[in-house]
């Protein structure tokens, strides 16, 4: 919901959408409800969402890294 709120009518929205919710084959937050979840239950959906190579494989095209 919070996505729609600033990118509902970009044209990447359905894409944004898909890598942000997953696919019920590879992620588990794509197999649970979105909401009445145990605590046990939502720290696994935020550890698939951070484990997600479809999600850590997506960089802004400006992007640099500084160190």
């Known amino acids: 919901e919070e996505l729609k709120l600033g990118?509902?009518?970009d044209a990447a929205f359905p894409?944004?959408?898909a890598v942000a919710?997953?696919?019920k084959e590879n992620?588990?937050?794509a197999t649970l409800?979105?909401?009445g979840l145990s605590?046990?239950?939502q720290v696994d959906c935020l550890l698939?969402?951070?484990m997600d190579p479809n999600v850590l494989?997506?960089?802004w095209a400006g992007w640099e890294p500084w160190m």
């Open 21 to 23: 919710l997953g696919t």
């Open 48 to 50: 698939d969402q951070a």
């Open 15 to 17: 894409g944004m959408r």
């Open 39 to 41: 605590v046990d239950k």
């Open 33 to 35: 409800p979105a909401s």
């Open 7 to 9: 990118f509902e009518n």
């Open 57 to 59: 494989g997506r960089v």
């Open 27 to 29: 992620n588990i937050r």
